[in-house]
């Protein structure tokens, strides 16, 4: 059977704690939450720590608080509560619908929405025992030195699994990311590099402590959509975060995010210009799902054909906006 | 006492057959009790592990163990140490226990380790280096039989079948239309909650005692006795509780025993061996992949007129059972309809890829599957209804088969079409659908919201299917299978019997029977381990034959006991006390007890192995299922709305059993329908995890509609015929005909992912 690897096992009592031990340590460990994703990962020997650092006495970083119109959530809330807290639900509603769509409620139950964001890439040559691993010949992203992906490639494209990221991205959050000397912010469009290696701009010794949406997120038409191939469990194959400020004069602004495709949420650009005064209908849809298509290049990273990944994104585009506009 | 209490205390030694009693080892398994292998305690036990081949062909040029590796308390077995022959004894006796000079396929095992600690093992696994010279492979039933290598003999066939029946030219010269067809189906694995698992001791006698996860413990003593050299007398196989199996662990846990025994042999250490989930997927077997080749003749009023059916199924790298998947395969492919003129050719051919083996089913699946997409093609090919052809050539009493059976009683193929026609209100139905799916197209065109913005459109497709009971032939008369009932000291009746609960409800079922002929209550009779120490060889759990055939020798048993201790007690026994008490005063005046019955061919059975004619089964199961779907035309994802079935099992000894092996096997066919597909690269799987290959979760499960048909047959306990296999021969045809009445697209190969879907819409135009 698959065994975990020998570890040390720490329960930081404060957050002060955890950040000590990772000030020094940091190479050598691995911080878990929930350990859902974290837990097969190890027992495929994708990390090695010498240090498991659960984080599951850390209560300072489980809250859901509002403030002068922000939300503010904690790394450590789970999936499982998001998608049933009242308030997330009424207000961020697109939020709540993608912590409800990750896998089972089982899952959802452990998984916290710092691990989700935090998620480790997920590639077809990467998520695969050491044997196998070994055997095919190490990819760059563990062990070695080529991508199976994309031969050629120097950079990893494993592919960017959360359901959360890309709505928090629509929704222009921003994360409190603290090391043992002080603290940051970030917004989440920049939290993620186009790197399947180490996807995220945590340096070794940070955690994310905040999930902040900014009061101005308020009142936007958003929506998320995931494409999956069964009604659970799965990661997505194709993921879709939009919102719009919707006024009488039409959209204001709009934000649309195409996500696992590649190792960071992509958020398409030049919207502004498409929606500026436009009603949120069909025709901006078809618009806006035509401009996803043509900045968007799947790639044989996970177990699903690319040609259909890309023929889905304008179909899950389309259903975002119209999911978003309230239309029938 | 209560009223409640108080009536069933006047129901006299009520009747157990046809009463859904409580399972046997229900609460065992619920609360937790139960111990699977790996629960097993076992003191000095090491944990085998097993060095594989890495890619599909090639000869192993050496075998190093690292020497910077502390190889200390590992136990290292190869080919070398088995003491008997170097075989996983079974039919052809091809495969051997661990790789030699060459390698056949890959995962193949080669050498084995163990240590106490299952890390060192694991470490000690990756010490071992293999060189091994890579040959060229076959890795497709189209590269085997265009003999790309030769990996079998001069053309790469295992086997040949070859069943003919009238004459086919004529039967096509009589036809108005001829249809032609190529159906094709993948691999797909058991996947049992529990995966393999196997224990082995050398006994202080000098022989083994081998535990493990199992449908056949006499099929492992059997592979035993050969790789040990050992008399039958000194091999014992007892099964633990066995978490699934679906043919799974018919005949693969011979080779893991093996492997275990090998190591404890060796080392003189109990060994276990347990594979985790991606080595299980890797290297154990599968349902072997099928190409059909269909020509089929027809007259205008639907009246099948001729059949040249040609099939190929991928048996892999040895033949191990694929000459009887292939027989069963080739039996039932005119599915449960009268040809008057049939030739079906069957081959199954060698590929170096993990042989493929016993699932649910064994090879009919596969080619009613390419049947029944076929008759939905002649259908809409006359404009007939599906129902209506079906019917029109459904086999009723006195109709012959291919291989020239004539089906004598317990024919239910018309009833239970007519029943889920009837249940799922066919015509009506498929007119009301027809008239949504236009209502939204032209919504669409006219560009008006429907369903939310998204192009679904809804199909329902039926299917007609049959499936032969027991072993295949003169199967059953060699088996010669035996069943034993005997009297413990405290006055109950003890079962023995070889045959395994493997989730299906097997001990339930035969305390029921023997609960019945005793006139006790099912919970009375005591169901003795499968332990080839302690029971006799009533030959394997396959092949819907346990409660048919083994579940009979059951009955017979328990009629037998009961006439010996009525005639001791010289008055009939009433109820559960007073057999204790008769069996007792028998035992205390005439010593032990205890009835045997073996295995007859019942009068007018007749088969010809050398010809291939005869009668293949006893009987016939027969089953219908009406399948409602939702596409959504931009995604080509299937969502399955609704399944209604109706099946034919003679009688169900336990109708909420029988009811959930239709219900799962109704669910492992949809999932062998829409979703589960091996993908290989280089000859080795790599979706062997449960996130890449993937089976319906209960979010996916469709409500399922059972509707158990009871047409007696005279040969089984209470006119009872197999039903552990027939619910997964109906439901991916009815899948791939609603699709078809949803998108207008008949696909032909499954699973209907949705890339592959959307690849026969775009081919289609649409």
Same mark, same amino acid.
């Not at chain 2, 005869?614 to 959504?632: K, N, P, R």
């Given at each position: 059977?698959?065994?975990?690897?020998?570890?040390?096992?720490?329960?930081?009592?404060?957050?002060?704690?955890?950040?000590?031990?990772?000030?020094?340590?940091?190479?050598?460990?691995?911080?878990?939450?929930?350990?859902?994703?974290?837990?097969?990962?190890?027992?495929?020997?994708?990390?090695?720590?010498?240090?498991?650092?659960?984080?599951?006495?850390?209560?300072?970083?489980?809250?859901?608080?509002?403030?002068?119109?922000?939300?503010?959530?904690?790394?450590?809330?789970?999936?499982?509560?998001?998608?049933?807290?009242?308030?997330?639900?009424?207000?961020?509603?697109?939020?709540?619908?993608?912590?409800?769509?990750?896998?089972?409620?089982?899952?959802?139950?452990?998984?916290?929405?710092?691990?989700?964001?935090?998620?480790?890439?997920?590639?077809?040559?990467?998520?695969?025992?050491?044997?196998?691993?070994?055997?095919?010949?190490?990819?760059?992203?563990?062990?070695?030195?080529?991508?199976?992906?994309?031969?050629?490639?120097?950079?990893?494209?494993?592919?960017?699994?959360?359901?959360?990221?890309?709505?928090?991205?629509?929704?222009?959050?921003?994360?409190?990311?603290?090391?043992?000397?002080?603290?940051?912010?970030?917004?989440?469009?920049?939290?993620?590099?186009?790197?399947?290696?180490?996807?995220?701009?945590?340096?070794?010794?940070?955690?994310?402590?905040?999930?902040?949406?900014?009061?101005?997120?308020?009142?936007?038409?958003?929506?998320?959509?995931?494409?999956?191939?069964?009604?659970?469990?799965?990661?997505?194959?194709?993921?879709?975060?939009?919102?719009?400020?919707?006024?009488?004069?039409?959209?204001?602004?709009?934000?649309?995010?195409?996500?696992?495709?590649?190792?960071?949420?992509?958020?398409?650009?030049?919207?502004?210009?498409?929606?500026?005064?436009?009603?949120?209908?069909?025709?901006?849809?078809?618009?806006?799902?035509?401009?996803?298509?043509?900045?968007?290049?799947?790639?044989?990273?996970?177990?699903?054909?690319?040609?259909?990944?890309?023929?889905?994104?304008?179909?899950?585009?389309?259903?975002?906006?119209?999911?978003?506009?309230?239309?029938? | 006492?209560?009223?409640?209490?108080?009536?069933?205390?006047?129901?006299?030694?009520?009747?157990?057959?046809?009463? @859904?009693?409580?399972?046997?080892?229900?609460?065992?398994?619920?609360?937790?009790?139960?111990?699977?292998?790996?629960?097993?305690?076992?003191?000095?036990?090491?944990?085998?592990?097993?060095?594989?081949?890495?890619?599909?062909?090639?000869?192993?040029?050496?075998?190093?163990?690292?020497?910077? $590796?502390?190889?200390?308390?590992?136990?290292?077995?190869?080919?070398?140490?088995?003491?008997?022959?170097?075989?996983?004894?079974?039919?052809?006796?091809?495969?051997?226990?661990?790789?030699?000079?060459?390698?056949?396929?890959?995962?193949?095992?080669?050498?084995?380790?163990?240590?106490?600690?299952?890390?060192?093992?694991?470490?000690?696994?990756?010490?071992?280096?293999?060189?091994?010279?890579?040959?060229?492979?076959?890795?497709?039933?189209?590269?085997?039989?265009?003999?790309?290598?030769?990996?079998?003999?001069?053309?790469?066939?295992?086997?040949?079948?070859?069943?003919?029946?009238?004459?086919?030219?004529?039967?096509?010269?009589?036809?108005?239309?001829?249809?032609?067809?190529?159906?094709?189906?993948?691999?797909?694995?058991?996947?049992?909650?529990?995966?393999?698992?196997?224990?082995?001791?050398?006994?202080?006698?000098?022989?083994?005692?081998?535990?493990?996860?199992?449908?056949?413990?006499?099929?492992?003593?059997?592979?035993?006795?050969?790789?040990?050299?050992? #008399?039958?007398?000194?091999?014992?196989?007892?099964?633990?509780?066995?978490?699934?199996?679906?043919?799974?662990?018919?005949?693969? #846990?011979?080779?893991?025993?093996?492997?275990?025994?090998?190591?404890? %042999?060796?080392?003189?250490?109990?060994?276990?061996?347990?594979?985790?989930?991606?080595?299980?997927?890797?290297?154990?077997?599968?349902?072997?992949?099928?190409?059909?080749?269909?020509?089929?003749?027809?007259?205008?009023?639907?009246?099948?007129?001729?059949?040249? $059916?040609?099939?190929?199924?991928?048996?892999?790298?040895?033949?191990?059972?694929?000459?009887?998947?292939?027989?069963?395969?080739?039996?039932?492919?005119?599915?449960?309809?009268? %040809?008057?003129?049939?030739?079906?050719?069957?081959?199954?051919?060698?590929?170096?890829?993990?042989?493929?083996?016993?699932?649910?089913?064994?090879?009919?699946?596969?080619?009613?599957?390419?049947?029944?997409?076929?008759?939905?093609?002649?259908?809409?090919?006359?404009?007939?209804?599906?129902?209506?052809?079906?019917?029109?050539?459904?086999?009723?009493?006195?109709?012959?088969?291919?291989?020239?059976?004539?089906?004598?009683? @317990?024919?239910?193929?018309?009833?239970?079409?007519?029943?889920?026609?009837?249940?799922?209100?066919?015509?009506?139905?498929?007119? !009301?659908?027809?008239?949504?799916?236009?209502?939204?197209?032209?919504?669409?065109?006219?560009?008006?919201?429907?369903?939310?913005?998204?192009?679904?459109?809804?199909?329902?497709?039926?299917?007609?299917?049959?499936?032969?009971?027991? $072993?295949?032939? @003169?199967?059953?008369?060699?088996?010669?299978?035996?069943?034993?009932?005997?009297?413990?000291?405290?006055?109950?009746?003890?079962?023995?019997?070889?045959?395994? !609960?493997?989730?299906?409800?097997?001990?339930?079922?035969?305390?029921?029977?023997?609960?019945?002929?005793?006139?006790?209550?099912?919970? $009375?009779?005591?169901?003795?381990?499968?332990?080839?120490?302690?029971?006799?060889?009533?030959?394997?759990?396959?092949?819907?034959?346990?409660?048919?055939?083994?579940?009979?020798?059951?009955?017979?048993?328990?009629?037998?006991?009961?006439?010996?201790?009525?005639?001791?007690?010289?008055?009939?026994?009433?109820?559960?006390?007073?057999?204790?008490?008769?069996?007792?005063?028998?035992?205390?005046?005439?010593?032990?007890?205890?009835?045997?019955?073996?295995?007859?061919? #019942?009068?007018?059975?007749?088969?010809?192995?050398?010809?291939?004619?005869?009668?293949?089964?006893?009987?016939?199961?027969?089953?219908?299922?009406?399948?409602?779907?939702?596409?959504?035309?931009?995604?080509?994802?299937?969502?399955?709305?609704?399944?209604?079935?109706?099946?034919?099992?003679?009688?169900?000894?336990?109708?909420?059993?029988?009811?959930?092996?239709?219900?799962?096997?109704?669910?492992?066919?949809?999932? %062998?329908?829409?979703?589960?597909?091996?993908? %290989?690269?280089?000859?080795?799987?790599?979706?062997?995890?449960?996130?890449?290959?993937?089976?319906?979760?209960?979010?996916?499960?469709?409500?399922?509609?059972?509707?158990?048909?009871?047409?007696?047959?005279?040969?089984?306990?209470?006119?009872?015929?197999?039903?552990?296999?027939?619910?997964?021969?109906?439901?991916?045809?009815?899948?791939?005909?609603?699709?078809?009445?949803?998108?207008?697209?008949?696909?032909?190969?499954?699973?209907?992912?949705?890339?592959?879907?959307?690849?026969?819409?775009?081919?289609?135009?649409?």
């Amino acid at each position: 059977m698959l065994t975990l690897p020998a570890f040390e096992w720490l329960r930081p009592a404060n957050l002060d704690d955890a950040l000590a031990h990772l000030a020094n340590h940091a190479a050598e460990s691995l911080v878990v939450a929930g350990g859902t994703d974290a837990v097969p990962n190890l027992k495929h020997r994708l990390h090695e720590p010498r240090w498991i650092v659960h984080l599951g006495r850390l209560d300072e970083l489980r809250f859901v608080r509002e403030s002068e119109g922000a939300l503010s959530i904690g790394p450590l809330v789970t999936l499982s509560a998001i998608a049933r807290h009242e308030g997330i639900r009424r207000d961020f509603p697109s939020l709540a619908r993608a912590a409800s769509l990750v896998a089972s409620p089982q899952i959802r139950n452990m998984g916290t929405l710092g691990g989700n964001l935090c998620l480790d890439t997920r590639c077809t040559y990467y998520n695969q025992t050491y044997f196998w691993r070994d055997a095919l010949g190490f990819c760059l992203k563990k062990d070695g030195v080529r991508c199976h992906v994309v031969p050629q490639g120097r950079r990893c494209v494993a592919a960017h699994s959360s359901d959360v990221s890309p709505v928090l991205i629509s929704l222009d959050a921003s994360v409190d990311i603290s090391n043992a000397r002080g603290s940051r912010t970030v917004p989440v469009d920049e939290f993620f590099v186009g790197d399947g290696v180490h996807n995220n701009v945590l340096v070794p010794g940070e955690l994310v402590t905040r999930v902040t949406i900014p009061a101005a997120s308020r009142g936007l038409r958003a929506a998320y959509q995931k494409l999956r191939p069964r009604a659970a469990i799965d990661f997505p194959m194709l993921s879709v975060a939009f919102a719009a400020r919707v006024s009488d004069g039409g959209c204001e602004h709009a934000r649309l995010v195409v996500s696992a495709l590649g190792a960071k949420p992509r958020r398409i650009g030049g919207l502004d210009a498409l929606v500026k005064g436009r009603p949120l209908d069909d025709a901006l849809g078809e618009a806006l799902a035509e401009a996803a298509y043509r900045q968007c290049r799947p790639l044989t990273n996970v177990a699903y054909d690319d040609a259909y990944r890309h023929e889905m994104v304008p179909v899950f585009v389309r259903r975002a906006v119209r999911e978003a506009g309230g239309i029938a | 006492m209560s009223p409640r209490r108080a009536k069933v205390a006047v129901i006299h030694a009520p009747s157990s057959v046809g009463v @859904s009693v409580h399972r046997v080892e229900g609460v065992d398994k619920v609360t937790g009790a139960a111990r699977y292998l790996d629960d097993l305690v076992v003191p000095g036990v090491l944990h085998g592990r097993t060095v594989r081949s890495v890619v599909p062909r090639g000869r192993i040029r050496r075998v190093t163990l690292d020497p910077a $590796f502390d190889w200390k308390g590992v136990v290292v077995a190869d080919h070398r140490d088995i003491p008997g022959e170097n075989v996983v004894a079974l039919i052809a006796n091809d495969q051997p226990l661990l790789a030699v000079d060459e390698v056949r396929h890959a995962e193949e095992p080669i050498l084995l380790v163990a240590h106490e600690n299952p890390e060192r093992a694991e470490a000690a696994r990756l010490a071992v280096k293999v060189e091994i010279e890579p040959l060229e492979a076959v890795l497709t039933v189209e590269d085997a039989l265009a003999r790309r290598a030769l990996v079998h003999g001069d053309d790469n066939v295992f086997k040949e079948i070859v069943i003919a029946r009238g004459d086919l030219e004529r039967g096509f010269s009589d036809a108005d239309l001829v249809i032609e067809g190529e159906y094709r189906s993948g691999h797909q694995e058991q996947l049992y909650i529990e995966n393999n698992a196997m224990l082995a001791e050398r006994t202080r006698d000098g022989g083994l005692f081998v535990r493990g996860s199992l449908q056949c413990p006499y099929y492992v003593h059997r592979a035993l006795e050969r790789m040990f050299a050992l #008399p039958a007398g000194k091999v014992r196989v007892l099964q633990t509780v066995t978490g699934g199996g679906f043919g799974g662990k018919e005949e693969y #846990p011979s080779m893991i025993g093996g492997h275990a025994a090998l190591l404890a %042999w060796k080392s003189g250490r109990p060994v276990k061996i347990v594979y985790d989930r991606l080595e299980d997927i890797a290297a154990t077997t599968k349902r072997h992949p099928a190409v059909s080749r269909l020509r089929a003749g027809v007259m205008r009023d639907g009246t099948l007129t001729a059949l040249d $059916f040609d099939l190929v199924m991928d048996g892999g790298a040895y033949e191990t059972l694929t000459a009887v998947v292939l027989s069963r395969g080739a039996i039932h492919a005119a599915g449960p309809y009268r %040809w008057p003129n049939v030739r079906i050719r069957a081959r199954g051919v060698a590929t170096n890829t993990p042989p493929n083996g016993a699932f649910r089913g064994f090879g009919a699946p596969q080619t009613q599957f390419a049947l029944e997409c076929h008759m939905d093609r002649i259908a809409a090919a006359l404009g007939m209804d599906a129902v209506e052809l079906r019917h029109r050539n459904a086999v009723r009493i006195g109709d012959v088969t291919p291989t020239g059976q004539v089906l004598k009683e @317990s024919v239910g193929a018309r009833q239970v079409l007519e029943r889920v026609a009837a249940r799922s209100k066919w015509s009506a139905a498929r007119r !009301e659908i027809e008239r949504a799916n236009a209502a939204a197209e032209v919504a669409e065109r006219s560009a008006r919201t429907v369903n939310g913005g998204r192009r679904l459109r809804r199909g329902l497709g039926v299917s007609l299917v049959y499936h032969g009971a027991g $072993f295949t032939g @003169s199967g059953e008369v060699r088996l010669a299978s035996l069943a034993a009932m005997d009297l413990d000291r405290d006055g109950h009746p003890r079962v023995r019997v070889a045959n395994t !609960e493997i989730g299906q409800g097997t001990t339930t079922m035969f305390a029921q029977l023997a609960a019945e002929a005793l006139r006790v209550p099912a919970e $009375f009779v005591r169901i003795e381990d499968p332990d080839t120490g302690s029971v006799p060889d009533s030959g394997p759990t396959v092949a819907s034959r346990t409660c048919m055939v083994v579940g009979g020798l059951v009955a017979e048993c328990a009629t037998a006991m009961r006439e010996r201790l009525e005639l001791f007690a010289e008055r009939p026994i009433k109820g559960a006390n007073d057999f204790a008490h008769v069996a007792r005063r028998y035992l205390a005046a005439r010593g032990a007890l205890r009835i045997e019955r073996r295995y007859r061919r #019942p009068p007018g059975i007749e088969w010809d192995d050398a010809s291939y004619r005869g009668d293949a089964y006893g009987v016939f199961s027969y089953a219908s299922c009406a399948i409602e779907v939702e596409v959504d035309l931009d995604t080509c994802e299937t969502r399955v709305v609704h399944v209604q079935t109706a099946q034919d099992i003679g009688k169900a000894i336990h109708p909420v059993l029988a009811a959930g092996q239709i219900e799962g096997g109704t669910l492992q066919g949809l999932g %062998w329908a829409l979703l589960e597909e091996l993908r %290989w690269k280089e000859g080795r799987v790599w979706n062997h995890q449960l996130t890449n290959y993937i089976i319906p979760t209960s979010a996916d499960a469709p409500p399922i509609e059972v509707e158990i048909v009871e047409i007696p047959y005279s040969h089984g306990p209470h006119g009872a015929k197999g039903v552990g296999e027939l619910p997964m021969d109906a439901p991916a045809p009815a899948v791939v005909a609603a699709i078809a009445h949803a998108t207008g697209v008949a696909v032909s190969e499954i699973p209907v992912t949705p890339e592959r879907l959307r690849r026969a819409l775009r081919e289609a135009g649409r």
